[in-house]
T-cell receptor, first 115, second 115 residues
Framework: EPEVTQTPSHQVTQMGQEVILRCVPI?????FYWYRQILGQKVEFLVS????????KSEIFDDQFSVERPDGSNFTLKIRSTKLEDSAMYFC?????????????FGPGTRLTVL | AQKVTQAQTEISVVEKEDVTLDCVYE???????LFWYKQPPSGELVFLIR??????QNEISGRYSWNFQKSTSSFNFTITASQVVDSAVYFC????????????FGAGTRLFVKA
């Protein structure tokens, strides 16, 4: 069964460094998402991406964040200058067009630790 | 705006007890979708059940059942004959037809099942 994959599973970086989190969505899906979960808290929506552009973003998704689908298979989240508070689990998700339940398929997550 | 409320922060039960997790949602969308996810200590989001706003029929799937009531905007989830392996954080989630179909999560309920 196809699934969303994310790499790396765990990334450690120094404050102020740039990080790129990578996701490979399910191949025939058209909608792509990033979510964030700070340890012990709820999962929060960051951004949705469709037709090669951002369709919606949350207040969390400020100028430090960007997303890209560089080659038609990968979907990346870049944090330009990481802060301590960016430490969290980042989930990628994808969704096909339509569907009875509008269900998004989540990847296993990348745990980002900013020191 | 969409909102999901899980009033129960933590629940502790003894193995084989039934347990119900409460979820109340708010949305202005006429078409929406509701989900329950399980997050074990390993951190991934495990899809459990889903429902769309047109179908209030309640069902049972193995040890899981749900009670969807549009009149009270509730989507409660019951685990029958709980097991230690059910110990996890459970998230109720809502997705509509706006906002890029983003998913909004509740704060989660941590379930402890004791042997």
């Amino acid at each position: 069964e196809p699934e969303v994959t994310q790499t790396p599973s765990h990334q450690v970086t120094q404050m102020g460094q740039e990080v790129i989190l990578r996701c490979v969505p399910i191949s025939n899906h058209l909608y792509f998402y990033w979510y964030r979960q700070i340890l012990g808290q709820k999962v929060e929506f960051l951004v949705s991406f469709y037709n090669n552009e951002i369709s919606e973003k949350s207040e969390i998704f400020d100028d430090q964040f960007s997303v890209e689908r560089p080659d038609g298979s990968n979907f990346t989240l870049k944090i330009r200058s990481t802060k301590l508070e960016d430490s969290a689990m980042y989930f990628c998700a994808s969704k096909p067009r339509g569907g009875t339940y509008n269900e998004q398929f989540f990847g296993p997550g990348t745990r980002l630790t900013v020191l | 705006a969409q909102k999901v409320t899980q009033a129960q922060t933590e629940i502790s039960v003894v193995e084989k007890e039934d347990v119900t997790l409460d979820c109340v949602y708010e949305t202005r969308d006429t078409t929406y979708y509701l989900f329950w996810y399980k997050q074990p200590p390993s951190g991934e989001l495990v899809f459990l059940i889903r429902r769309n706003s047109f179908d209030e029929q309640n069902e049972i799937s193995g040890r899981y059942s749900w009670n969807f009531q549009k009149s009270t905007s509730s989507f409660n989830f019951t685990i029958t004959a709980s097991q230690v392996v059910d110990s996890a954080v459970y998230f109720c989630a809502l997705s509509g037809n706006t906002g890029g179909f983003k998913t909004i999560f509740g704060a989660g309920t941590r379930l402890f099942v004791k042997a």
